[in-house]
């Protein structure tokens, strides 16, 4: 069936199963290959997008499911080449190491400080406890997110 | 910026990182590139009977691959060479590689794969290192021991009689998972022509091009192999990227297309390596006065089902295994063997967080025993510079693990909380309420090969100036996520004089990059970063050498003599050979002499809380304080030891790998937990720096250190909270229940 959906601000439309997953979708037929699989079935995060406001794991959501939808993907949160501050505090306090789950730990911030703007660490905490990361132990990622408001 | 070491430099690649254009292999297609599966054994031993290919399935559409169509050697080269690229009519566990399946629809690849019949004719297995010790089955060799190591130092067979005290113990660790969250994964072209190349997750590009020459046959200048973006490896693509790159390559040989193998998570949990499981056993002898004597320590690992790194593996845990103490006498005895698991192997640590573990645990009981603090029996037994470990290394800088201790509990409230929490604790004696409890460890990690290993490796690094006046560096060593591309931009801007960003990192790839060795051991910025700092300082040299560079000059004079130069002789390169510290002496025989060129010293204390009601032990902050030479970079250094402590604490109160007749049950994240941001406790770092003459700018390895503390620290510290001394990680709420009631019972 052909979907059509709106990625990073630009109108697309797709040939495709209706069950297929987005993150496929994304990844193969779009070439926006930053949305990364880890796990494929919800529980690391590397393949999260915003869709409509709401954050989600591509890996989980059901082509069909997108008919019309606004998706920011990690290719679309940086603008004219200005990085995003989160994007900036991740490279300058360490939050990003081998960058696997980083693209959607900075959505999953992004997201967060749209929100609450001002998080405290148990909002941080809570707000990405849904992105799982292997290297860095999240301290600095904690930290990011904090030098990123501040900005 | 100016002498960028020592300072927070952001990391070199971190831009593409953050924006998504890191590309990773999975990332990458080729024109006509064909997927591919592998199917794997149904039992865990057996003989290969019969192969069928059931289903509604085109399979003359198919690409398949078994041992038969094997160019070379069907061995993936290591050390003993003993595991087989793919069954050819026996299998020795579970998820043992036999047909390689590859197709341009990956959907209908999975099917296909689903529709492989293959029967084996089972023969008994063994699943436990307890079972393979006492030879149930002969499943390896003629006694199922991969290597044994018999370090002796001393009499420890004369010091019994004259102990005050002998104490023994025995303590176990579980399998771990390095749940790297890129997953395994490789791309192959391959043609009698043009040879063979490989793109993929990796540590180790040389590591595969050995095991690719031997598998194909072919000339070493054939075989071609480049590291993609690499998600994270912890070890974990150490060794196992060789079979799975021989596999891509193996269907682009017999395809003629490029081939495409990724591992989904479930595979690669349940077929790759994991931690070694461990048991060691301690019979100490101490004096009244908190004077260790004696140590005699049986350490044994489960290897798994094939020898891979296992010896090695079984090495550093050897030589750990009597710690930071000095005693006159030690005995370790320590085996690797063979059970019908997949292969166990590297990960961050390397056999040394299972023998620290258990030692560090073992203190604590010996202290108990002799009637001192864990710190003051510590304290009665640190070792200090001129005194011997239990190699009889002789240590030659300033140690003073006295005062880390010191330091690490000012920074932890250790004497407060210690004293707060035993009234607290007594004083709440209502059922299902929180315990609190404080422990600590004390640790070293050598950095580096072990014994003689880097003189065996003579590893190369390159560097080569452009007209530009861009310095390009050259190594096999890889990008992980550990910050390789940032500490040599770092060490060879600093040494230059030039800015950061005119130092280029080059993409390892064997075709282009000299072999600097693997990227292990905790050896990239201490041993290769060395290598950088001589390899650039030869640019420097042979442009002074040819009168075109003054002894001081500016960013652009170098520029100019770098132009001058390559107009003049066409191009500047230089490299530089591994040259061992002086004074290192290591008898492999004996085992006996320097173990490490330099050891990392660290004190990790740990706060616990522990729940009456819902047995969950939770990390409520985390000390970690070392003494790693000189810091290259606070952010990244800080950073490999939070990870590093994540990851420990994973080890010790997440990380259960529920077995099933040698296979993983739980190979999913939705039911093997690891922390997640909610999880984790303030790890909070400190750095003691003393730096390292042999390494550059004064710095020691770090990578893997972290590991080594927080499973003993952590259970010290429960031990505080609960008064119950558990020997073995990962210790889950389902064990401490168990062992918690049953002692509440006793006590009604």
Redesign the interface.
Known sequence: MQINFRVNGEERSVEGFPMARLLDVLREQLHLTGTKEGCGEGECGACTVIIDGQIVNSCLVPLAQVNGAEITTIEGVAGNGELHAVQQAFIDHGGAQCGICTPGMVLAAVDLLKRNPQPNENDIRNGLAGNLCRCTGYMKIFESVVRAYQK | MDHPIGK?V??K????????????V??LSFPDMLHSVTVRSPAARGKITNISFGGNIPWDEFTIVTAKDIPGANYVALILNDQPYLAESFVNHPEEPVLLLAHADKYLLEEARRNVHIEIEEQPAIFSLTDSLVKKEIIWGEDNVFKKFLVDKGNVDDAWANADFIVEGEYETGAQE??????NGAIAIANETDGVTVWGSMQCPYYIHKALVKLFGLPEEKIRIIQT??????GGKEEYPSLIAGHAALLAWKSGKPVKMIY??AEDMVATTKRHPSRTRHKTAVTRDGKLLAMEIDFVIDGGAYCTLSPVVLSRGTIHAAGPYVCPNVRIHSRAVATNVPPHGAFRGFGAPQSIFSLERHMDKVAQTVGLTPEEFRRRNFIHEGETTATSQMIREPVDMDQLLTQAFQHSDYHAKRERFARENSASNGRFSKKRGIGFASFMHGAGFTGSGEVYLQSVVSAEATAEGIVRILAASTE????TNTIFSQIASETLGLDFDSIEIVQPDTGRVPNSGPTVASRTSMVVGKLVESAVMGLKQTLAGSGLLPDKYSESEFKKACADYIAKFGSLKTSSTYQPPPNVHWDDEKYQGDAYGAYAWAIYVAEVSFDELTYEARVEDFVALQEVGRVLNP??A??Q???????AIGFTLFENVVWKEGRMANN???NYI?P???D?P??RVYFEENPYAYGPGGAKGIGELPMDGAAPAILNAIENATGVSFTQVPLMPEQLMDTMSKMEQAFT
């Open positions: 927070p952001p990391r690649e971190g831009r593409k990182k953050v924006t998504g254009q890191a590309l990773y999975d990332d390095q749940l790297y969250i890129e997953n973006e690499t998600g994270g490896g912890f989904d998570r992980i996520g550990q910050g952010v990244l800080a950073g030891i939070e990870g590093g402590v994540a990851q999913q994240m939705t690891i997640t941001p909610a984790i303030p790890i």
